[in-house]
């Protein structure tokens, strides 16, 4: 019974987490020094900015803005292993969003990043958990192409719906 009552908490706090920041957009970054440092978030924020207009804009352009939590809902460094930029850099490209090949691509640069400040085991680790968490489908702010609006799908497959009879 006791296990029980825990089990369900543990389930209801989750579920309101997800709750709470489904469909929406970070109003501010979480991590620091962004979250207090006005001159450095803008230079994350252009920093973002010119990482997806390098590539073309795969996903059209962002229309919500860049922020930054480094490792969503995971640590981002251990001992003297610091893996933060790794998650920078995939945020970079889960903001700008784009096809399932680009968030692939994204998520095995995160992998190969990730292992190289840890080793292989934790850079499989953490690419099977944004393969999962950050699906367009998961109504989660940090979700691939999370610099646009809840869409549910990759970019191909919306239009490919919106052009259907
Ligand atoms: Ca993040």
Not at 65 to 82: L, N
Request: with cysteine.
């Amino acid at each position: 019974m006791k296990r029980f009552l825990i089990g369900s908490f543990a389930l209801a706090l989750f579920l309101y987490i997800v709750a709470l920041t489904s469909c929406t957009a970070l109003s501010r970054h979480t991590s620091e020094p962004y979250d207090r440092d006005p001159e450095a978030a803008g230079q994350i924020e252009r920093a973002a900015a010119d990482w997806c207009a390098e590539r073309g804009y795969p996903g059209s352009k962002p229309t919500l803005p860049f922020r930054f939590d480094a490792c969503s809902w995971w640590i981002d460094r251990f001992g003297d292993a610091d893996w933060r930029h790794c998650c920078q850099e995939h945020d970079y490209a889960y903001w700008c969003g784009g096809s399932a090949e680009d968030r692939e691509r994204a998520d095995d640069q995160l992998a190969s990043c990730v292992a190289s400040e840890t080793n292989l085991v934790y850079g499989w680790l953490m690419r099977s958990g944004v393969r999962v968490g950050g699906h367009p489908a998961v109504p989660l702010y940090f979700r691939w192409g999370f610099g646009h609006e809840y869409a549910g799908c990759y970019p191909e497959a919306a239009a490919s719906s919106q052009s259907a009879p």
